[in-house]
């Protein structure tokens, strides 16, 4: 354990200094830690009464687009409260390194707000898609979708003029996008080290990827609130918010690092 810091194993301060390419995975946690609730939070206020799983589906926006696509304005509303925390700003700060350095750095979200962006992150892998662009279910153009709520639910399409927007998010029941999906096993495949920041460990395809990672020689870790299904199969775990741990993990990296 290092001295500054002993909540933080050794191996992942060094694994970090010396990492070739550093493939991250994070999820809702990080963002909470913004103040953004999470997808399976408890909805209050007018949206109580909804479960939000039942409102992400296909299924859901056939039936009522109108119910559907006002939520999903609601949530881009939200966002718009928040900001990136300590932990985003740090990803960026150890991805600059790593660029300065010649080194690989890949950030693979689950989460939808952009908020890595915000941080100043790029190339950014968003494997459930953005809140900040909708697509129009006709001709498929997408709209940038950040500011004041859309006038009219569901909004239409000022491209084709036909056809009604969605949120260019993946849904339950939707295959991930297929360009995430390949930079995704690009980087478990050729990564020397993975970490899992902020996630259940439960949702598929993402929850296998550090193993996958693991099994062709990858040191796999885990930076998270509580303990997760991946706990056991890590090679060291950090239990505390991301937002303390992350500037700290990535303030020792660059120093051990030179």
């Known amino acids: 354990m290092t001295d500054a810091l002993p909540n933080i194993p050794d191996i992942m301060v060094e694994s970090l200094a010396r990492a070739e390419h550093l493939c991250v995975l994070t999820g809702a946690g990080i963002s909470a830690e913004s103040g953004l609730p999470t997808f399976r939070d408890k909805m209050t206020g007018l949206w109580a ?14 039936r009522d ?14 966002g718009g409260k928040h900001r990136p925390n300590p932990g985003h700003h740090a990803l960026t700060r150890y991805e600059q390194w790593q660029r300065v350095r010649g080194k690989r750095f890949t950030l693979l979200t689950q989460n939808v707000d952009g908020f890595h962006q915000d941080a100043g992150s790029h190339d950014v892998v968003e494997l459930h898609g953005t809140i900040r662009t909708w697509r129009c279910v006709r001709c498929g153009a997408a709209h940038r979708h950040e500011g004041e709520p859309f006038a009219t ?3 239409g399409c000022n491209a084709c003029d036909e056809g009604i927007l969605r949120p260019n998010v993946v849904w339950f029941g939707e295959m991930l996008p297929e360009l995430a999906i390949e930079r995704a096993h690009e980087a478990i495949g050729s990564c020397d080290v993975f970490v899992s920041i902020g996630t259940s460990g439960l949702v598929q395809p993402a929850a296998s990827f550090g193993e996958a990672a693991q099994s062709r020689g990858a040191l796999f870790f885990e930076v998270n609130l509580e303990a997760t299904p991946l ?28």
């Open 231 to 258: 706990t056991a199969h890590v090679d060291a775990a950090v239990h505390a918010p991301s937002g303390i741990a992350l500037p700290k993990l990535v303030d020792l990296a660059i120093h051990h690092g030179g």
């Open 153 to 155: 639910y569901p909004p």
């Open 49 to 62: 009464k909804y479960d939000p799983v039942s409102l992400a589906t296909p299924e859901a926006f056939e």
């Open 65 to 78: 687009p109108d119910l559907v696509t006002r939520w999903y304005d609601f949530r881009v509303g939200e």
